[in-house]
């Protein structure tokens, strides 16, 4: 006889689903042009579940953001399982971070409406948690294998974060983005070698 889901279940499958409308619909529509009914709708549910869940829409697009970082994030460890040595591992996560946000979805929420949305110090927690946590890491490992000029590695985080981040700013922009992911990949690896030690 199959056992019944619990509460905490339903509501964790409740929260997965909404997710999934609403990346979509932010994903292909942007912030301001979703409306919570029609993410409910999608999801089968009711706006007041919604409400339940999240909050409000501000609130469901903060989970939606954090969540595409989670999945960036989650590419960009892949990327860097099969790289070769620590320079090569960092040099793909960069470069899979700026395919990752340069994907239609993911650009719309992380690089276009999310700094529009979201204020500094939310995006800074989302980004700490993710992107430059795994950047932080590897000038770490690049550090312990003596491979990393000297320098403050918190700084250089978040230096190269600003590089990563008005590069994807720039794809996003650009009339030729493919060309410009091109360059910024190979631009970005330049910067990154100037700290070698």
């Known amino acids: 006889m199959p056992s019944r889901r619990t509460q905490a279940e339903r ?3 409740t929260t997965a689903e909404l997710l999934t409308r609403a990346t979509a619909a932010f994903g292909s529509a942007g912030f301001d042009r979703v409306k919570l009914d029609a993410v409910a709708e999608a999801a089968g549910l009711t706006k007041g579940a ?3 869940h999240f909050g409000g829409k501000h609130e469901l697009f903060l989970a939606v953001y954090a969540a595409a970082h989670e999945r960036i994030a989650a590419r960009t460890v ?3 399982t099969t790289a070769g040595d620590a320079w090569g591992k960092l040099e793909a996560g960069v470069a ?5 946000v340069a994907e239609p979805e993911l650009q719309r929420i992380v690089v276009v409406d999310g700094p529009r949305v ?3 110090a ?3 927690d989302v980004e700490d948690r993710h992107t430059a946590g795994l950047l932080r890491s590897a000038f770490t490992r690049l550090r312990e294998a003596g491979e990393l000029s000297a320098g403050d590695d918190d700084l250089r985080t978040r230096l190269v974060l600003g590089a990563v981040c008005e590069a994807a700013a720039t794809i996003a922009e ?3 983005p493919e060309q410009t992911l091109a360059a910024a990949r190979t631009d970005v690896g330049r910067l ?4 070698r030690a």
Do not use: K, M, N
């Not at 990154?192 to 700290?195: A, D, E, H, Q, R």
């Open 11 to 13: 509501s964790a499958g």
């Open 50 to 52: 919604v409400y339940h």
């Open 192 to 195: 990154l070698s100037g700290l």
């Open 174 to 176: 650009s009339a030729t």
């Open 122 to 124: 939310t995006i800074r």
């Open 78 to 80: 892949a990327a860097v």
């Open 118 to 120: 979201l204020d500094r």
């Open 96 to 100: 899979e971070f700026l395919t990752a």
